[in-house]
């Protein structure tokens, strides 16, 4: 059984057991409903390279258009990294999936601590889960090696189940997808890989593999989706056609994640007639220091309601 239709087949038990146990609750309930909304922002200069010295002085958080009280500002190099690295095994990688593979195995020695933990998906055909969650860098290499080609690709499954493991997850929440873009069997589509992403509060990174320079043999369609989904969830993406490309865009992420922000915030109570669950997010700098123009990367917003987590 594929890890797609395990993970369907148990969220179906859990949402059976969940109807039963509402059933047998009594008519009388409370319900406090105060959330504190977790916001990831990384910054960055004219050229790219990430910007460690704000302040929270520096930030305008607002949501739906209305600024919001920063409750919690830090500056989050330490608190415990969960990344999810998925991999593109399917025939159009064939011929860069060993640069891939040894780029992501000198990516896990470089950002992976004691605290965070990495887990690596395979995706072709079907995604297989290749090591949980683990900071055994060993454990890690041997997941690695094992990976080898399939025929299609599941990308949006991919990134699905990896953003639905990561929902799990405290602390911050990483998605890495090496891909060539192209998305031929998934059995989710864009939207709802998206939202789960979402969801899990996981940011998207996409390292796009371009093996062919001419139009004629790229997914522009499956390589803007990624871009778009990186954005949308506060993460990046990088073109790669050599080792020392992917290279270099491990080596971006990582910088990123050892310099990003926390912005935490208690949304205001919203007017009666708000009814949509999706709350948008806005970040501006203010008064930031000499040496801009910088730019501030983070999700799009969050859902008020959770489908899966």
């Known amino acids: 059984m594929s890890l797609f239709r395990q993970l369907l087949s148990t969220s179906l038990l859990i949402a059976f057991a969940g109807s039963w146990l509402l059933a047998e609750e009594p008519e009388t ?9 977790n916001v990831f922002v990384t910054v960055t200069d004219g050229r790219g390279a990430p910007v460690a010295n704000l302040q929270k002085e520096n930030f305008v958080l607002q949501e739906d258009g209305k600024e919001q009280k920063i409750a919690i500002f830090d500056k989050e190099s330490a608190l415990p990294l969960s990344i999810a690295l998925a991999v593109d095994t399917s025939l159009s990688t064939r011929k860069d999936l060993p640069l891939e593979l040894a780029s992501a195995r000198k990516f896990a020695h470089t950002i992976v601590r004691p605290q965070d933990g990495l887990a690596v998906y395979k995706f072709s055909e079907e995604v297989s889960l290749m090591v949980p969650f683990t ?8 997941a690695i090696d094992k990976m ?10 991919a990134i699905y189940l990896g953003s639905h493991a990561l929902g799990r997850r405290q602390g911050r929440k990483v998605m890495v997808v090496i891909t060539d873009g192209g998305d031929t069997m998934s059995q989710v589509n864009y939207k709802e890989a998206l939202r ?5 509060e996981a940011i998207i990174y996409s390292i796009i593999i371009v093996p062919i320079e001419a139009d004629a043999g790229r997914d522009t ?3 803007h989706a990624l871009i778009q989904i990186s954005s949308d969830t506060g ?9 020392a490309q992917l290279d270099e865009a491990f080596q971006k992420i990582s910088d990123e994640l050892r310099t990003q922000y926390l912005l935490a915030y208690y949304p205001t109570p919203h007017s009666a007639d708000s009814s949509s669950e999706f709350r948008q ?6 008064n930031p220091p ?17 489908g899966w987590f």
Not at 135 to 142: G, M, R, T
Not at 281 to 286: A, K
């Open 281 to 286: 997010l806005h970040v501006e700098l203010t």
């Open 29 to 37: 309930t409370f319900k406090i409903d105060v959330k504190l909304v």
């Open 235 to 243: 993460g990046k993406y990088y073109y790669a056609k050599s080792l």
């Open 135 to 142: 900071s055994d860098l060993k454990k890690i290499d041997a």
């Open 290 to 306: 000499a040496g801009g123009p910088y730019q501030p990367h983070y999700r799009a917003g969050y859902y008020t309601h959770k």
């Open 196 to 200: 789960a992403a979402q969801e899990a």
């Open 221 to 223: 369609g499956g390589e």
């Open 148 to 157: 080898h080609n399939g025929a299609a690709t599941a990308l949006y499954d």
